[in-house]
């Protein structure tokens, strides 16, 4: 039986190369692409494919991403062979791992390695998650985070510092995103959902306080109590934007200010 395959590769380039190499492999059965990590895990729950070729960068929602996204939901692992253009830090953090991956430009002969040991592999289950977590933490902790966002104002688009990130909201599929002070601004985010915006964050500096805020934790300038034991955000914002606190972090929020 050939093995079912899934590509994900924000590069179309990226993605036409691989399925040629594969098709010239043989006993690959290419059941879908997609270009990001919200469409790999869609397509991974869909066709429930014997190996995905994952690219680990991409923007948004990235390969480890879609492997923590799959865990969250319980959808069970497939093979994942990592495609990757990282440095010989995280190559040295694969092979620890005993995770396959490829290095781009890619490779006829270790394309055909990969999928030789996929198919020695055909019978035992995917990747524990803790290998995944492990290898995730490894990465990540290498990876320095970006520290200037692009947002779309006036037909114009701007490169802002994350520190200066008061709060983002969502509403009808649109972000905006707000910065802090008297010379603050909003602008639109390319992100299409809140996790996907948050991946690309400081995850020490951002909170998601509600379904449809996150908030810059720097920027909050006052704790409003509210109804029924709940709370408001007041933000450094030129408005003095005032963010709900939905129930279920109320408790984070007691234990960042210690409530």
Request: proline share 4%; with cysteine.
């Amino acid at each position: 039986m050939p093995l079912s395959a899934v590509i994900v590769d924000d590069e179309e380039l990226a993605r036409d190369e691989l399925t040629y190499l594969l098709k010239n492999a043989g006993d690959v059965n290419i059941v879908a692409q997609g270009k990001n990590g919200l469409e790999a895990v869609n397509l991974i729950k869909e066709h429930n494919p014997d190996l995905v070729f994952l690219d680990v960068q991409m923007p948004g929602l990235d390969g480890f991403g879609v492997i923590k996204k799959l865990l969250d939901k319980k959808i069970p692992l497939p093979k994942i062979v990592f495609a990757t253009a990282f440095d010989q830090y995280a190559v040295k953090a694969f092979e620890v791992n005993a995770v396959d991956y490829l290095l781009k430009p890619f490779d006829k002969k270790r394309v055909a390695q990969s999928l030789q040991k996929a198919r020695a592999k055909q019978d035992s289950d995917g990747l524990p998650a803790e290998r995944i977590a492990t290898l995730v933490r490894m990465l990540e902790s290498q990876k320095p985070q970006p520290s200037k966002l692009l947002l779309k104002a006036l037909g114009r688009m701007f490169l802002v510092d994350q520190k200066d990130i008061c709060y983002a909201s969502i509403e009808d599929g649109v972000i905006t995103v707000v910065t802090g002070g008297v010379s603050g601004m909003e602008g639109q985010s390319n992100c299409r959902t809140l996790e996907e915006l948050l991946d690309s964050l400081d995850t020490k500096l951002f909170w998601r306080a509600h379904r449809s805020y996150v908030v810059n934790v720097n920027r909050i300038r006052e704790v409003v109590p509210w109804f029924k034991s709940s709370y408001q955000l007041r933000m450094d914002d030129k408005k003095q934007s005032e963010i709900p606190v939905s129930r279920a972090q109320t408790k984070r929020l007691r234990e960042l200010f210690g409530l």
